[in-house]
């Protein structure tokens, strides 16, 4: 997340504040979606909202790079990073998932 906060201050002023606090707005919702998945017991909702926030913010950094906001270097590495938290919310899924499937064969 951090990364990306680097990545908006070189966004021209006018986009700062429409394209780029709409990405901002989207890291905190991520944050946010994280938190409340930690504390909620039925996680399966709240993950798949994360799942669809992350979507909506590779597709928001990637209008960033093709509008000229972002260089080809920076998108590269923010990309990077949002495919890493990409597989471990793929990862956090498929183990509610499991468990879930494990907790209805036990009854």
Known sequence: MMYGYQALKQFPKHERHVLGAEIRLSMLQLQRL?????????????????????????????????LHYLD???????????????KMIGGWIRSVNANTKKQVAAL
């Not at 930690?38 to 669809?52: E, N, P, S, V």
Request: charged share 35%; hydrophobic share 45%; glycine share 2%.
């Open 34 to 66: 994280i938190i409340t998945a930690f504390k909620r017991y039925h996680k399966k909702t709240t993950l798949t909202d994360l799942d669809i926030e992350l979507a909506i913010l590779k597709r928001r950094v990637r209008l960033a790079k093709d």
């Open 72 to 86: 080809i270097k920076k998108y590269q590495l923010w990309v990077e990073q949002l495919v890493e938290l990409g």
